[in-house]
């Protein structure tokens, strides 16, 4: 894993939470997307060298409906920005950690993601991230 690629957080109202964090970063988000696939709508900020994803569920059977239900605001994930994502998939497999997609799937942003199990990761959300160069 190379870096620290962006830390997600689950939000009730995306556009109520961009206000919050361009207030609070002392900058506006770049960039809003939304992923049909996960059901959610994305906002990101630039921080130095990483970024803050904001989640805004679209859907209410997504996964971050039913964490927001659970849960409430709040992180919801870290990901990590991987060269190979298969190779690291792979690797951590190995390693004993629980992979919640077993295939690489297309994620905000231009990325390929996978997430490994909060369970096995010390009831962290993992995200994996590698840059996806089949431009979509």
Same mark, same amino acid.
């Given at each position: 894993?190379?870096?620290?690629?962006?830390?997600?957080?689950?939000?009730?109202?995306?556009?109520?939470?961009?206000?919050?964090?361009?207030?609070?970063?002392?900058? +506006?988000?770049? @960039?809003?997307? =939304?992923?049909?696939? !996960? *059901?959610?709508?994305?906002?990101? #900020?630039? $921080?130095?060298?990483?970024?803050?994803?904001?989640?805004?569920?679209?859907?209410?059977?997504? +996964?971050?409906? @039913?964490?927001? =239900?659970?849960?409430? !605001? *709040?992180?919801?994930?870290?990901? #990590?920005? $991987?060269?190979?994502?298969?190779?690291?998939?792979?690797?951590?497999?190995?390693?004993?950690?629980?992979?919640?997609?077993?295939?690489?799937?297309?994620?905000?942003?231009?990325?390929?993601?996978? #997430?490994?199990?909060?369970?096995?990761?010390?009831?962290?959300?993992?995200?994996?991230?590698?840059?996806?160069?089949?431009?979509?």
């Amino acid at each position: 894993m190379d870096k620290i690629e962006h830390i997600g957080i689950a939000v009730k109202n995306l556009d109520a939470s961009n206000k919050l964090y361009e207030k609070l970063l002392g900058k +506006p988000h770049y @960039k809003i997307e =939304e992923v049909l696939s !996960e *059901g959610v709508k994305t906002s990101f #900020f630039e $921080v130095g060298p990483n970024k803050i994803e904001l989640l805004e569920a679209t859907k209410p059977d997504s +996964p971050i409906a @039913k964490f927001l =239900e659970k849960k409430g !605001e *709040g992180i919801h994930h870290i990901a #990590f920005a $991987v060269d190979d994502i298969e190779k690291e998939m792979a690797r951590i497999e190995k390693e004993g950690f629980v992979l919640l997609n077993k295939i690489p799937k297309q994620g905000a942003d231009n990325k390929l993601v996978a #997430f490994v199990h909060p369970k096995t990761a010390g009831g962290v959300l993992v995200e994996l991230c590698q840059e996806n160069n089949n431009k979509q």
